[in-house]
């Protein structure tokens, strides 16, 4: 029988996952052996050291990347058995993203932007969508500039912009990759305020890659990866227990 990820309250999940780079004297073992679920509604920050897996874990779980062996499941669907074209359009479908670079299209104005997943996705956004999205602009305080482009826009007012666009699609999950890692510590605070809050109010599913113990304590839940396994998983944590728990282990490498 086949257990869809849902069923088991997860919005991604992966099972045996190892992640290898290179070949021979040069093999890197980015993953080894890693089996963790994303919890439906809740934030969830991955933390470790420069080079621990955070971010393969991240692009595997997303379909970004492919796993060397084990499974890989998002949403409802599992990743592993999928071709090429499915399994874009299942990312398309299934996923957000929010990078540290932001990764906004500079030819298009904020709106076009935002709307950009539905547009790839080739559906006009429904009337119901289209009133999300508005919130979305109003909430995340864009509302003046939608019709502006990126670079006419602020470090923290374009991260927003690509909040708005991961949320907009209402997707499985949200993977945000050191989403404050260009901002200045209070734009940060921001951003992590208004992820924290999709989920809460929400119940976005946000899996958050971050090696920044401040960003990390926004999260319900905290995984820590040291090279390339989970040696923590557990709840909520100040930011001082998640920076003591950061150097509790030796720094990958
Ligand atoms: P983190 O995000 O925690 O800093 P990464 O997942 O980026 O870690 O990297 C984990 C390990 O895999 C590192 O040793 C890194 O050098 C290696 N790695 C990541 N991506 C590649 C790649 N495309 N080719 C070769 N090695 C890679
Ligand atoms: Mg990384």
């Given at each position: 029988m086949q257990i869809n990820s849902s069923d088991l309250g997860l919005a991604a999940r992966v099972a045996g996952l190892t992640k290898t780079y290179g070949a021979g004297s040069g093999t890197v073992t980015a993953l080894d052996d890693v089996s963790v679920g994303i919890r439906t509604g809740e934030f969830t920050a991955v933390i470790g050291a420069s080079g621990s897996g955070k971010s393969t874990l991240m692009h595997v779980m997303a379909g970004l990347d492919t796993p060397t062996s084990g499974r890989v499941w998002l949403g409802e669907t599992e990743?592993?058995?999928?071709g090429d074209r499915e399994l874009t359009r299942v990312r398309r479908r299934s996923a957000g993203f929010v990078f540290q670079s932001f990764?906004?299209?500079?030819?298009?104005?904020v709106r076009s932007n935002i709307l950009l997943p539905f547009e790839l996705d080739g559906h006009r956004p429904s009337k119901d969508e289209l009133t999300w999205i508005d919130h979305l602009i109003g909430t995340l305080g864009l509302s003046a500039r939608t019709a502006q482009r990126p670079y006419e826009l602020s470090g923290g007012q374009q991260q927003r912009v690509a909040i708005a666009r991961a949320l907009a699609t209402r997707p499985a999950v949200i993977f945000a990759d050191e989403?404050?890692?260009?901002?200045?510590s209070r734009t940060g605070r921001e951003v992590l305020a208004l992820l924290a809050e999709a989920s809460s109010l929400h119940g976005q599913s946000i899996a958050m890659v971050t090696h920044d113990p401040v960003a990390a304590s926004h999260a319900d839940r905290i995984i820590m990866l040291a090279d390339g396994r989970i040696v923590h998983d557990g709840g909520r944590l100040s930011a001082a227990d998640a920076s003591e728990l950061m150097l509790s282990v030796e720094p990958a490498r």
């Open positions: 990743l592993t058995s999928l990764n906004l299209v500079p030819v298009l104005d989403p404050t890692g260009n901002l200045d």
